[in-house]
């Protein structure tokens, strides 16, 4: 079994030979160029065999195509460095330009897709990552990531608008990374998701509709698409209102649902189950191979794509992502 067939199967939540696994994480000098960001994703896909990639742009891009400024740090360690945030008033709301994939942020993600897409072939899906609205607009203001979401409540009729731009935006830029090869998107809700920043109900209200309004727009090109919920204590049952294939999330931050629970949940094949943070980065391969074991027990390995809570630090050991394809592939 390939590895597209492999994820089919998990994709259907049959029974398979092993459930398909994976992890993803920045390379920040690769990210400012396309034809360096695809080589270094292609060459990890081969060296450490992952049945699907999950692509990582910088993260910056989408906020760069709505005029912030960010400086390349030059190193593979350091993430860019913000210059300027477009949005230091209420007033800049009315201001943010429309943007789409056009834009050179965005137009080199899309052209490094392509080159990935085109390398490893049709059985080795490639996803692309797509910031939901408001995670865009909170890296419009800066390092105030409360702030998108207090003036979206406090001021509706200036910063929906806004919204909808950066949501048209980011259907640009689904629909062209689906035409230059990509099997859906990774569809990320960065902390706004979560009872610390923002209640469910006004979640449900006041952003929804934009989440909706981008995952709505994908084709039937797009077959694997997952909703990425991102922090801790999580609204879980937002990805019961989101049309993707997959959830993914963290299940080892604070208050957030086992694998077992939330498949149960969502009803739907889930994505996750190694600690990123600690265990992928600073553990021992004998701890990443019981977390997998765990995460296949939980789910008894159908409907399970094996893979970390989210992006895997930099600075995270070789050996330990090894670990973890290896567990993946024993089971």
Not at 12 to 25: E, K, M
Not at 84 to 104: C, F, G, I, N
Request: net charge positive.
């Amino acid at each position: 079994m390939n590895s597209r067939a492999r994820v089919e199967a998990a994709l259907a939540q049959q029974h398979l030979d092993r459930p398909p696994a994976a992890a993803w994480g920045h390379t920040y000098r690769e990210e400012w160029s396309p034809e360096a960001l695809a080589g270094v994703t292609i060459a990890r896909q081969r060296r450490y065999e992952w049945d699907w990639v999950k692509f990582q742009p910088r993260a910056s891009c989408f906020a760069e195509a709505f005029g912030a400024e960010y400086a390349a740090s030059g190193h593979s360690l350091r993430a860019p460095k913000l210059l300027r945030a477009p949005v230091q008033s209420l007033e800049d709301w009315k201001r943010l330009p429309a943007a789409d994939a056009s834009s050179p942020a965005l137009a080199d993600q899309v052209e490094s897709i392509r080159l990935v897409a085109r390398e490893l072939g049709p059985d080795v899906p490639v996803v692309q990552t797509v910031f939901s609205p408001i995670t865009v607009a909170g890296y419009l203001t800066g390092r105030d990531s409360r702030r998108a979401v207090r003036e979206l409540r406090q001021h509706p009729e200036v910063v929906g608008p806004a919204l909808e731009r950066i949501a048209a935006a980011l259907v640009d830029f689904t629909r062209r990374s689906l035409a230059a090869g990509a099997a859906g998107i990774f569809y990320a809700i960065s902390g706004y998701a979560s009872a610390d920043m923002i209640r469910r109900e006004d979640y449900e209200f006041l952003l929804l509709p934009y989440d909706r309004r981008v995952l709505s727009e994908l084709s039937r090109e797009a077959w694997f698409n997952i909703v990425h919920l991102c922090g801790s204590h999580l609204h879980f049952e937002l990805a019961n209102e989101l049309p993707a294939q997959v959830v993914s999330w963290s299940v080892h931050n604070q208050g957030n649902p086992s694998l077992r629970d939330g498949k149960s949940r969502s009803g739907r094949p889930v994505m996750g189950g190694v600690a990123q943070r600690t265990t992928l980065a600073r553990g021992t391969p004998a701890e990443v191979r019981r977390e997998v074991k765990e995460a296949i027990k939980q789910t008894g390995g159908e409907g399970l794509f094996v893979a970390p809570g989210c992006s895997v630090p930099p600075r995270s050991r070789q050996a330990n992502l090894e670990a973890m394809m290896e567990a993946a592939r024993a089971a």
